[in-house]
């Protein structure tokens, strides 16, 4: 809060003042003074709209969502959800996101549809575990805890209470550390060790970081009176549940109101009471209606029927787009298989043109071929015939000069040895 007053007060972005707004909400008030906190959650998103700030309108949302939970508007809270969730998916404010999830699991839980709250808690954890959110790591534990919690799952949700105890004590977490320590109060209740869950209860108050956590004291100290019940101690049961109260009516949260007079009315019955009992009653009936009145029910259901409408509208949205994108695919795959096979084709043909034209010239190369050879073996006809004509001429010559020459002995030596060098 100081970085972003300083950083205000230098630029005076009107996006900085929604942020110190949502902030204000969410960080400074959310436990311990429910009207601010709405006020300056409706400030930011007031202004962010105003000047167009997408996610400071988101953040806004998702705060007032949170307010009109605890505040008992469960209508207005999940219809404030199913608004914030996609625009937030929209331009990928994650944290936003997770935020809208748990809200929901929240609804859900006071709904007591426990299943569909573990359902939001789980894709909200799974965004925190993805982006690394350590600022609200905690808080998504915590919900896992108490909604297995409430299922009366009591294996998970001492694993979960553990993982929540010692990520905060590693990252020195220590905001909401009451919340942590109670979880083990609650399941030492649920185990019927009583004692156990008190000291827990006890140790929760006195290690939550603010005196005015309403929310935390009303519920811790309705769980002392469930302990003290159980254990038979009626006056200490009124009184820690009647201490409840007053904080539960400080925090303005209908459903700790409804449940702490609830416990009030059976003591004071059990008591013999009846006019104290009589009064709690019509406390309690007052504060179920303010949640689940048939009117509020009825806002719910059909909330949750349009946005499970809209929900199979986006998905056929987008079947049909990814079938489209499919079936152009499918024409840009068989378009590219018929050119292939038009060039193949062309390829092809062209391949036989070149084998006819190749043809044409081995054809004419052989024949060309026989033609050379029949003039090569006429050439060696015609030369033997002129080697053979030589000789018979030159014989010829010899013959007509025997006889001249036969009474020369000398002559008659050469011409033996000619007639021997013409053989």
């Known amino acids: 809060m100081d970085s972003l007053q300083k950083a205000y007060n230098k630029n005076r972005q009107d996006t900085t003042l929604a942020s110190i707004y949502y902030f204000k909400s969410v960080y400074v008030f959310l436990t311990t003074n429910v009207d601010s906190g709405v006020m300056y959650a409706r400030k930011a998103l007031d202004l962010s709209r105003k000047i167009h700030y997408k996610l400071g309108e988101v953040q806004a949302l998702s705060s007032i969502a949170t307010y009109q939970n605890i505040s008992g508007d469960l209508p207005g809270s999940l219809k404030t959800t199913f608004q914030a969730l996609p625009e937030a998916i929209q331009i990928k404010e994650m944290h936003v996101v997770a935020s809208c999830y748990n809200t929901r699991g929240l609804t859900y839980s006071t709904m007591h549809e426990f299943p569909k709250a573990l359902d939001n808690y789980y894709a909200a954890y799974h965004i925190v575990e993805k982006y690394h959110y350590t600022d609200i790591t905690v808080t998504m534990l915590n919900n896992l805890a108490r909604a297995y919690l409430d299922m009366n799952k009591l294996d998970s ?10 990520f905060a004590l590693e990252k020195k977490s220590m905001k909401n550390f009451g919340y942590l320590i109670r979880n083990f109060g609650i399941i030492e209740f649920k185990k019927g060790n009583n004692e156990a869950a008190i000291s827990y209860y006890r ?6 970081t603010s005196k005015n956590d309403h929310y935390l004291f009303s519920e811790d100290y309705r769980r002392i009176a469930e302990a003290y019940q159980k254990l038979n101690k009626p006056d200490s049961c009124i009184f820690y549940a009647r201490t409840a109260l007053e904080h539960a009516k400080l925090d303005r949260n209908p459903d700790q109101v409804q449940r702490t007079t609830t416990l009030l009315t059976n ?5 013999n009471d009846y006019k104290n009992a009589f009064y709690y009653q019509e406390v309690t009936q007052k504060a179920k209606d303010s949640l689940f009145s048939q009117q509020k029910t009825l806002q719910v259901q059909n909330l949750v ?3 499970q409408q809209r929900l199979q509208e986006a998905h056929a949205k987008e079947i049909a787009y ?12 068989l378009g590219v298989f018929i050119l292939i096979a038009a060039i193949l084709l062309f390829a092809n043909g062209q391949r036989k043109k070149a084998n006819s034209i190749l043809k044409q010239q081995n054809d004419q190369i052989e024949a060309q071929r026989k033609d050379l050879e029949k003039t090569v073996t006429d050439l060696k006809n015609t030369q033997r015939q002129l080697i053979q004509s030589e000789k018979m001429a030159s014989l010829g010559e010899l013959t007509a000069g025997i006889a001249h020459e036969i009474q020369n002995p000398l002559n008659l030596v050469l011409y033996r040895y000619r007639l021997t060098l013409l053989e």
Not at 203 to 208: G, L, T
Not at 267 to 271: L, R
Request: hydrophobic residues 40%.
């Open 157 to 166: 949700a001492s694993y979960f209470a553990k993982k929540a105890y010692d």
């Open 305 to 307: 029927f349009n946005e």
């Open 267 to 271: 003591e004071y019955k059990a008591v």
């Open 322 to 333: 990814q079938t489209k994108v499919r079936f152009y695919a499918l024409l840009g795959v």
């Open 203 to 208: 140790k929760s108050m006195n290690d939550s």
